[in-house]
């Protein structure tokens, strides 16, 4: 399983776009990346899934360069209700399905 | 339609009692997992089930943790004699495992206090 590096936590204010990186020097070619999100007293919640350059949802985009290396999550136009934790995850299901979820990063988003 | 189901939502428990914890995943799902997370903490993956296939056990931390899926459906995590180190929040979580890397379905959880 491809470990994961994010920030421990980021600071924002309301409006702001927020972008959290993720490194995984370890990504292996059939490897997906892919991230949640967790407010308190919630289980994860799906947020994006990607596997090479950009992919667009209702609440997310996320950048992946061509090396695959690090993902992006940009969170466009942040509210308070964005305050919560994301997970990046890496991994496939042909290598089993052991998922590791890391410490996440927490966002506080600040009026 | 209906999310993944746990029950308890809360527990507290005497030390060296048993527990039980359900989960019920979204129909059709094929795939179950069990995490545990501490406060503060992040996801400690405990164990897998899909399909029919030998459960992948390595990370339950000890003997007096069992899981079961019954059917193919609801699950249930018994942890035996429990010690006050249990306390934490059981999360649930089901994936249809119909893309590269499964998408999982939490539930809300199972608040477990060990006294």
């Known amino acids: 399983l491809a470990k994961t590096t994010q920030p421990i936590s980021m600071d924002s204010y309301e409006g702001q776009e927020v972008n959290i990186t993720c490194s995984h020097n370890?990504?292996?070619?059939?490897?997906?990346i892919t991230w949640y999100q967790q407010f308190p007293s919630q289980g994860p919640r799906f947020i994006i899934q990607?596997?090479?350059t950009k992919v667009t949802n209702e609440v997310a985009s996320l950048f992946i360069p061509a090396d695959r290396k690090s993902s992006t999550l940009s969170l466009p136009r942040v509210s308070l209700s964005d305050t919560a934790v994301y997970y990046c995850l890496v991994g496939n299901n042909t290598g089993g399905f052991k998922t590791i979820f890391g410490a996440g990063t927490r966002l506080f988003v600040k009026a | 339609g209906a999310g993944v189901s746990q029950s308890p939502s809360n527990k507290v428990t005497e030390k060296g009692k048993d527990v039980e914890l359900r989960c019920d995943p979204i129909s059709g799902h094929t795939a179950l997992y069990w995490y545990r997370q501490s406060l503060g903490q992040g996801l400690e993956f405990l164990i897998y089930f899909q399909g029919n296939s030998a459960p992948d056990k390595s990370g339950l931390p000890s003997d007096r943790f069992s899981a079961e899926r019954t059917g193919g459906s609801v699950s249930t995590l018994t942890i035996q004699r429990t010690q006050q180190e249990d306390s934490a929040v059981y999360l649930c979580?089901?994936?249809?495992?119909?893309?590269?890397?499964?998408?999982?379905?939490f539930g809300a959880g199972t608040r477990l206090s060990v006294l």
């Open positions: 990607g596997y090479k």
């Open positions: 370890n990504i292996a070619t059939n490897d997906y």
């Open positions: 979580a089901s994936s249809p495992m119909d893309r590269g890397q499964n998408i999982q379905y």
